[in-house]
């Protein structure tokens, strides 16, 4: 995903990431902070969960644009463990194994879906630090098992056909992808709103720790968005976030 200042790239009409989703710049304005840089305020709209909100941004901060790529693709056929399908804006084929089609037995020849990813990309900034290095851990078998059941809540409130959710482990270069959820249906509204769901849930519960280190040699583990909270709140230690 590519990088610009604020000042540049914070308009109307603009998609940007922000907390981890993408979000549209609805309008703008522009100010000074006495004799500090400029600001713009912008006020925005998740694309996922339609919800506005405002946020205010240095011109020399560095955001990052979303790109959140929609696909309509029709399922042509399958191999036995691979299933073929053809985008339907380019007509190029291409396959997904039939373990990431564990709805398979439900496709029919020529049937359309629209397909909804987001990938998810490591920051380099962390309010006034330069982050140059990430590291993730997690509790492997208990992350997977988490990621399972965000599978089974999204099948619960949408009629999806396939779930795709990937987390990096180990070591991760700035500005790397280190999530990549996939969610396929028969119309994008399902999708757009598993999507959003699985994106929360996935950062809420899944156990996955974040080591980040930064320029000034400091570093910093960040836990799920529960331990956040309580850290937050002067409950949980960093010895608590690694436990």
Request: net charge negative; hydrophobic share 35%; proline share 3%.
């Amino acid at each position: 995903m590519s990088k610009e200042r604020a000042g540049k790239a914070v308009k109307p009409g603009a998609a940007l990431v922000i907390d981890g989703a993408p979000h549209k710049v609805l309008k703008i304005t522009q100010g000074k902070r006495g004799k500090g840089g400029g600001y713009v305020r912008a006020y925005m709209k998740n694309v996922v969960t339609k919800t506005t909100t405002e946020k205010t941004f240095l011109v020399d901060e560095t955001v990052e644009y979303a790109e959140m790529e929609k696909e309509d693709v029709q399922y042509n056929w399958n191999d036995g463990s691979n299933f073929y399908f053809m985008n339907l804006s380019t007509f190029e084929e291409f396959s997904l194994p039939k373990e990431e089609c564990p709805d398979w037995e439900f496709f029919s020849e020529g049937q359309e879906v629209t397909m909804r990813n987001f990938l998810g990309t490591t920051r380099e900034f962390f309010e006034d630090k330069d982050v140059v290095h990430l590291e993730y851990e997690a509790y492997t078998d208990m992350a997977l098992q988490t990621m399972l059941e965000i599978c089974d809540k999204v099948r619960e409130r949408w009629p999806v056909l396939n779930i795709v959710i990937q987390h990096k482990l180990g070591d991760c270069p700035v500005l790397d992808v280190s999530v990549a959820i996939i969610i396929s249906s028969e119309h994008r509204k399902e999708s757009l709103a598993a999507l959003s769901f699985a994106i929360d849930e996935l950062k809420l519960i899944v156990p996955i720790w974040k080591k980040e280190h930064y320029g000034d040699g400091d570093c910093n583990w960040k836990s799920n968005a529960q331990q956040a909270k309580e850290a937050a709140e002067g409950t949980t230690t960093e010895e608590d976030a690694k436990r």
